[in-house]
């Protein structure tokens, strides 16, 4: 059973596209943070959300932590083909140094 | 200019050989971490050390063994390779505070056969 479960496991869209990922647990977290993962290479962070409800914007992504922190969505706008990539989405609790990693979201956006 | 670096990249090797991948960061952080990605792109936790003191260790056979000479260096040990070995290991670095944002290495597939 995973800790935190991501939605859609696999998305594959058209360029110029909306989407939206979901990262959703039972478990509170003190803060979570999303990471892309390009292939040949490592995660790498893109956010961190640490106040229920909070909304963060990176460019065309729309990162928000749910108000009882607990989920998580990412929302992207007008996908370009350089999105393209494993989405993950990573919990800490308290003051645990140990991240737990969600299932994981594969995007492809095609040309 | 590399942040965390991993070697080797690639290591294919016959079952029952003993292998070891070696990690090195160079952000001055104080905890480093392996983790084991499956075929699914599953990322899980194996170990961390904090200032060279193993802080983390999951259920994971005892086979695996990690080492960190210093608050830079964290090498995985592997003894008696099985198949089912086989996968992306990723070593990672992070500065704990209390967002705990990890800086992971290029990965290392290890391939047994």
């Known amino acids: 059973t995973q800790l935190l479960e991501q939605s859609p496991q696999f998305l594959s869209i058209q360029e110029g596209e909306n989407l939206t990922v979901y990262c959703n647990s039972s478990s509170v977290f003190s803060s979570l943070q999303w990471y892309r993962q390009e292939p040949g290479e490592g995660p790498v962070l893109l956010v961190t959300?640490?106040?229920?409800?909070e909304v963060k914007k990176l460019k065309r992504l729309t990162f928000q932590f749910g108000d009882a922190r607990k989920d998580s969505s990412l929302h992207i706008t007008a996908a370009q083909p350089g999105d393209t990539g494993l989405y993950l989405c990573a919990g800490a609790r308290g003051s645990a140094r140990q991240l737990t990693f969600g299932s994981g979201t594969q995007l492809t956006v095609l040309p | 200019d590399t942040a965390v670096s991993q070697t080797p990249k690639y290591l294919v090797t016959q079952m029952g050989n003993d292998k070891s991948i070696k990690c090195e960061q160079n952000l001055g952080h104080d905890t480093m971490y392996w983790y084991k990605q499956d075929s699914k792109k599953f990322l899980k936790i194996m170990f961390s050390y904090n200032n060279k003191e193993l802080i983390i260790n999951e259920t994971v056979p005892n086979r695996f063994s990690p080492k960190s000479p210093d608050k830079a260096h964290l090498n995985l040990h592997i003894n008696s390779l099985e198949l089912g070995d086989s996968a992306v290991y990723f070593c990672a670095s992070s500065q704990v505070a209390s967002t705990n944002t990890q800086y992971f290495g290029p990965g290392t597939r290890l391939t047994v056969l």
């Open positions: 959300v640490v106040t229920g409800g």
